[in-house]
């Protein structure tokens, strides 16, 4: 194994490991000292927990070993082997930690647990590993009868703070579900990252009023696609460069406006990117713009 290899494995491993910690001490320090519930897997422990004297670490285990067998048919091999590491250790971790409840406002138990078991499982997640069974339970109905992973989840902790709600009390149910909400927006945060990019391909005939527009006021990379046009109504065949730009959100109204004042009638496609690496990207808290587009300017004039 090469030493690049060896240094992405450690720092997998080494985030799973912060991501456990994190979930663990937004479990022990917020959520089960004060009865609270978090969906999937987790969820499921913490209610059973309120009902039964037993260590929440061997619950937590108990319920996730279905989920895994599944997992073992339906995912990756190494995924379920981080995930096996990453279950224990937080079983381990909750096994061990013993906090001093922090504070006695459900409020803020639910904002900060959720924050901080949100922020553990969705840096697990980044790295190729799952602390919580249900996401596993997802994918396999995914994979089965086509339904979103998503609304999976969620049809499972419906039911899970249903059963709450009769179980425990109407008010813990809701707090729960507060708690879920924050913790399921945080993981989603902590995988796509805090910016939002957003992808847009822009036809027109003014392509080339449109590439140095763009390049001066915004000061993002362009990718340039030869395209044809002839196939609407006119039948007319024409050949011109397509443009194809990742932005971030912030910027897309100025990027419309440029287009705009340029070509009333451009033809603008938007859509959601989840991840962008590489290429030229002027991030929106950056004043300046990135020197290496100077070259393509001079191009373009």
């Known amino acids: 194994m090469d030493s690049k290899k060896t240094t992405n494995y450690f720092s997998e491993y ?11 001490l937004g479990l022990k320090a917020f959520l089960l000292p004060n009865g609270f519930l978090d969906g999937g897997v987790t969820g499921i422990a913490l209610l059973v927990r309120t009902q039964v004297d037993i260590n929440m670490s061997y619950l937590l285990l108990i319920f996730s070993i279905p989920f895994l ?7 990756s091999k190494r995924i379920v082997i981080k995930s096996i590491i990453s279950i224990l250790g937080v079983a381990f971790f909750i096994h061990l930690e013993n906090f001093q409840t922090i504070t006695n406002d459900k409020l803020l138990i639910s904002i900060f647990g959720g924050l901080l078991v949100g922020s553990g499982i969705g840096i697990a997640i980044r790295n190729g590993s799952v602390l919580d069974g249900s996401e596993i339970l997802g994918i396999y109905l995914n994979d089965k009868f086509g339904i979103s992973i998503g609304k999976i989840v969620l049809f499972f902790n419906i039911i899970l703070f249903s059963i ?26 902590v995988i796509e990252g805090f910016e939002d990019f957003i992808g847009v391909t822009i036809v027109s005939r003014q392509h080339s009023l449109i590439k140095k527009a763009i390049l001066e006021e915004l000061g993002v990379g362009l990718t340039i696609y030869k395209g044809s046009s002839g196939f609407g109504h006119n039948g007319k065949a024409e050949d011109f460069d397509i443009i194809h730009s990742i932005v971030n959100r912030i910027d897309i109204k100025k990027m419309y406006r440029i287009v705009q ?9 938007e859509f959601d990117v989840n991840s962008v690496k590489g290429g030229v990207l002027r991030h929106y808290i950056d004043k300046k713009k990135n020197k290496k587009l100077s070259p393509v300017k001079k191009t373009i004039d």
């Open 14 to 24: 080494f985030q799973i490991f912060i991501g456990i910690v994190l979930t663990s």
């Open 69 to 75: 067998i599944l997992g073992y048919f339906t995912v």
């Open 164 to 189: 709450t709600a009769f179980v425990v009390s109407v008010e813990v149910a809701l707090y729960s579900i507060l708690t879920y909400i924050i913790a399921a927006k945080v993981t989603d945060t």
């Open 261 to 269: 004042e340029i070509d009333t009638e451009a033809f603008i496609v």
